[in-house]
Every structure is written in structure tokens, then in C-alpha cells.
């Protein structure tokens, strides 16, 4: 049982190291500063939208 394992365990982790040295992390462009309120202010009437419709009680 032990035989068998271990050398499934080492070829996991062998596996999982090569994907990870062939993976190509890309890097984010540099932060520009984001204005929120022109984010904010279209998203909350879609909000209390949805939250309205789903908090009314439900009608037979």
C-alpha cells in the first residue's frame, strides 16, 4: 500500500511544479486612479431594483 502511494504523491507534485513553472504570470498594467462615483451612482438603482422585487412577499 505505502509502495503505491508514495510514488503516486511524488508524481502529483512533480506534475503541479512543472505546470507552475510553465504557467506565464502576467503581470497587472500599473493602477490608474478610478473615479467611483461615476461606478457607483448606475449601479445603485439596479440594486434596490432587483432587491425590491425580490423582497415583496409573494402573491397567489
Known amino acids: 500500500w505505502p509502495t503505491m502511494i508514495t510514488p503516486m504523491l511524488l508524481t502529483l507534485f512533480l506534475i503541479t511544479q512543472l505546470k507552475m513553472l ?3 504570470y502576467h503581470l497587472p498594467p500599473s493602477p490608474k486612479p478610478m473615479k467611483m462615483k461615476n461606478y ?3 449601479w445603485e438603482p439596479k ?3 432587483i432587491c425590491s422585487l425580490h423582497s415583496l412577499p409573494p402573491q397567489s
Open 47 to 49: 440594486w434596490t431594483k
Open 22 to 24: 510553465n504557467t506565464n
Open 40 to 42: 457607483n451612482k448606475p
